[in-house]
């Protein structure tokens, strides 16, 4: 795959990525609130913290494949979207279905926190939200890998990888820039979508668990 493939792939698995609902929750509620910034600032380090851990163990860990035999690097990267395909498939069957005292429970944890919490303590929780979300490093893996072995310049993979995390780290980093922007303008806006997020939570991550899943499928086969 050229550099253009991937940039493309990059963008469609890095917005995949980006569906972790209460992590973007929380980011809007915080941003929707006065004093922001250095809360703002403490959930965008922690969401890209573990993001960036996880992501460098794959990257260094692709980085080591043996890449003698261009059949083996196919097959390799094929079961690697099959399987994880599958598993996101499975995973959303069980998304699909109505969760309504878990969604509760979710959007009332997320209004304590950020009602109580310290800075320190939003780091911390935007941490432990990212470094759960197996979904999306799911998703990122099959793209860190294809970045991680394609025969590019280094510079064109940074490239690559500055994309694929910046779409992966919109709900942390998009928010904050809006309330930058627009001020208080954006309260309204900020609590449609929290509000929107919280009630469709399981069916958004169900919708795009079903729909990467079968795309990780189909372009895994085609590699075996």
């Not at 941003?31 to 910034?37: A, E, F, H, L």
């Not at 890209?48 to 035999?69: E, I, R």
């Not at 990212?130 to 490093?137: A, L, T």
Request: hydrophobic share 60%; proline share 4%; glycine share 8%.
């Amino acid at each position: 795959m050229g550099f253009l493939g991937l940039l493309g792939q990059s963008v469609l698995l890095g917005i995949a990525a980006a569906f972790t609902p209460s992590l973007l929750a929380l980011q809007l509620l915080i941003v929707s609130q006065d004093p922001w910034r250095k809360r703002a600032l403490a959930v965008a380090i922690g969401g890209a913290s573990a993001f960036l851990l996880v992501g460098a163990m794959l990257l260094f860990g692709f980085a080591q494949l043996p890449t003698d035999s261009p059949a083996d690097s196919s097959a390799f990267a094929g079961w690697l979207r099959v399987v994880g395909g599958a598993g996101l498939i499975v995973a959303s069957t069980f998304l699909m279905r109505p969760h309504p005292q878990m969604q509760k429970r979710v959007d009332a944890d997320i209004q304590r926190r950020v009602a109580r919490a310290s800075t320190w303590v939003f780091l911390g929780v935007a941490f432990a939200l990212s470094i759960k979300d197996i979904s999306s490093f799911v998703v990122l893996a099959p793209a860190l890998h294809d970045i991680a072995v394609a025969e590019i310049n280094i510079a064109e993979q940074a490239v690559l990888i500055v994309v694929l995390y910046a779409f992966a780290l919109s709900p942390v980093l998009v928010p904050p820039l809006i309330r930058v922007v627009f001020g208080h303008r954006a309260d309204r806006f900020f609590q449609g979508v929290y509000r929107f997020t919280m009630d469709h939570q399981f069916q958004l991550m169900g919708a795009m668990c079903a729909l990467i899943g079968a795309y990780l499928v189909i372009s895994g086969l085609g590699r075996l």
